[in-house]
């Protein structure tokens, strides 16, 4: 199954590298690499881009990223939504090899309802940001304002990050309302399907079937935002500036923007301090949720890993977080992903250092950072690549979006060989 | 026993500083927090240095750098060796509670034997390399030939890595015979005791007590080796400048002195491209192997990360290396290594790049590389960090010995509690 995703998500970059790549698609002429990489970064949802997307592309060529980002956002969503499904037993009518049939649309019954739901459900959130972002945007006296809105509430559900302005969302860091919309679009990408779903249960007060695995999260979720919130507001000089409201919605806003891997910005990457991008990468790795549309190794990951590295110290026999057991096989799949992360990291930058030697250290790991974590900040060095620094991003988006996934296919597919129950459901 | 063992290493820190504060230790006035610098970067056998020694110190204060650092790497040695042994079942006499009595100097008679070979081993080796070293030296017309030997013969063996002379090994880097010894030395140093008399009894037909572990710490650190050789020679752009013998001799002995995390060098490492200090970089966190006087990851914890990667993307049922199946239990002691590691590298970074902006991020990364994993490489800026960013780096280089120290003791004390034996016994 590995393949056949790997497979499928190349197809869709390729046609949208060739459907880019026809004249009616720019306004001004787009390099061959340069098309290629925006199409591998608007299916990987990363959002990095080495031309201005609104000055370079005409209306169906934001058309076809849309369409792109779409098809990338909603099929990650989905699959990852199956793999998660299938490892949690208690489901009963989703089987564990529903996964492998949701690679060729399968004709289940519970299959069909279970993709119906996940792309209503995208669709509502998508309509409703639309509407909310179109208002404001028209307020704002934005041309083009309903398209704008179109492409923007897709953009950050998806956690894309693509933005139609020239500097992402800057024009816009002292506006509450879009501040708000764009924020609460990306969170409910980021985290996921499958713990709305948890929560409207529990809601309606029925059983919380997901509930270690939504606990986690969104503990996680919150503490990261509120450290990330707390370090940037303290320490960032760029943020002085700003009065004290502004600033905390600035702070807010980027480490939103990193830790859900969205990766739109409200002020400027570039004049932020070394130790903020150092903030922000260690955001940008973890990254956001399982069964959502963002990238990076995955809160629950971290959370495993965390909850490993305190048992060791405390000479524990058991890995236990929130005081429930993690088995041992979910810990290496964390372990796994990690390694991977880190290998493929030391690897890029091993390279980007020699194809683009006269970039510093830090733009060029932050690079490779966002790409790997399908973020899409930058420094502003994208455009400025080499052509085989280029390749090597779009390697790293790629492989930062269905690696990582594999990893989780490879959990579900590997419950699939097990008749016994888990004692526990944290989902990696 | 953690604590106690931090607690050892903090005293032996203390009154190292206490005898290096003393006015008979100077040459010319040093200020406090660069005694404690030294004297923590001679027990944690890092070799960072804020002032040059040779410079500094007087010769009593040489010899009583010589005795921390000896200190230092027999204490890891000795505590590394009882931890693998104490995992190692099958030896017998050693039983696993040795590992604690070690801590309190035991009388009972095999650890006495023990404990007695490991320093014999140490003595025997240090005087070799003393005696080749002096003869080498005083044919290079060095003055004070014999302390210079015994000096660096030591601080080889216990990959501390200081050096008396201004810039490191420099002046020696086309000095075949000096190259080999301290080569030799190191290896021998950051190989350990164990493989040594695993060797030894192979050689003297005996069976392989701990052939599977010597079997992965031989061939990870040929692959090492092979590799980061390899790389250096071809893309090192400071290398270029020297005849093909020479070059290729620099590229060994800098990838030996990360690898081993011995720390000398033979070439400026402030004059090399960010690409090859990514290599070293890269060699540094993994680090040498257990049972060894030398830091980092090990060996053996990568070679266990790398086989459950491998075992993850080929969707298989356990983790294997070497066709030996590895323990979950191992692997997550790999992992929070991994993760401990990872987590305070990041920690670390983020606070060097605030108390001190005005360095590079790349230098600020190979400090907190090389001091993690006592190493003792820099690309110079250790003199020039603030009094804060000093600290900081003093943290690290305990933490990077105790530390990863305490995670395997944590491994060893772990076994104590079962009495079942182990499938493999690859140590990490
Ligand atoms: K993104
Ligand atoms: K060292």
């Not at 989703?94 to 995208?122: C, D, K, Y």
């Not at 060029?364 to 455009?383: D, H, K, P, Q, R």
Request: proline letters at 2%.
């Amino acid at each position: 199954p590995a393949r056949l995703l790997l497979f499928g998500y190349v197809s869709y970059m390729l046609v949208g590298w060739a459907l880019l790549a026809l004249p009616v698609s720019q306004i001004q002429p787009v390099a061959a690499i340069d098309t290629l990489f925006t199409a591998v970064s608007a299916v990987s949802t990363t959002g990095l881009a080495t031309v201005s997307v609104g000055g370079s592309f005409s209306p169906f060529g934001e058309v076809v990223m849309l369409a792109l980002i779409q098809a990338g956002g909603l099929g990650y969503m989905t699959i990852g939504s199956f793999a998660v499904l299938s490892v949690y037993h208690r489901l009963g009518r989703m089987r564990t090899h529903t996964v492998r049939q949701a690679f060729n649309l399968p004709e289940g019954i519970s299959v069909v309802m279970f993709l119906r739901s996940v792309v209503w459900f995208t669709l509502i959130c998508e309509g409703i940001g639309a509407l909310a972002l179109f208002l404001m945007f028209h307020h704002a006296g934005v041309p083009n304002a309903l398209w704008m809105a179109v492409f923007h509430s897709i953009s950050a559900f998806c956690t894309a990050g693509f933005s139609l302005f020239d500097n992402s969302l800057e024009m816009f860091h002292d506006h509450v309302g879009i501040n708000l919309a764009i924020s609460i679009l990306s969170l409910l990408g980021a985290m996921g399907f499958l713990i709305i779903v948890d929560g409207w249960r529990a809601l309606m007060g029925r059983e919380r079937v997901l509930g270690f695995t939504s606990k986690v999260i969104v503990r996680m979720t919150m503490v990261f935002l509120g450290l990330g919130t707390l370090i940037l507001f303290v320490t960032e000089p760029e943020l002085t500036a700003l009065p004290p409201d502004e600033r905390l919605m600035a702070a807010f806003f980027q480490t939103m923007s990193a830790s859900t891997t969205v990766g739109f910005n409200t002020v400027s990457i570039t004049g932020m301090s070394q130790a903020v991008l150092m903030v922000l990468m260690a955001l940008m790795v973890v990254g956001a949720s399982p069964a959502g549309t963002g990238g990076g190794l995955k809160t629950t990951s971290f959370a495993a890993l965390l909850g490993l590295v305190r048992s060791t110290l405390k000479n524990r026999e058991a890995v236990r977080f929130f005081k429930r057991r993690v088995s041992d096989e979910k810990l290496n799949m964390a372990t796994a992903s990690l390694a991977y992360y880190a290998g493929l990291c030391g690897l890029a930058m091993f390279l980007l250092l020699l194809t683009d030697a006269d970039q510093t250290f830090e733009a060029l790991l932050f690079e490779a950072t966002s790409a790997m974590g399908t973020v899409g900040l930058s420094t502003g060095i994208t455009g400025d690549l080499s052509d085989l620094g280029k390749l090597i991003v779009i390697v790293l988006m790629t492989a930062g979006r269905v690696g990582i996934l594999t990893f989780g296919i490879a959990l579900a597919a590997h419950d699939e060989s097990r008749a016994e129950e888990q004692d526990d459901n944290l989902v990696l």
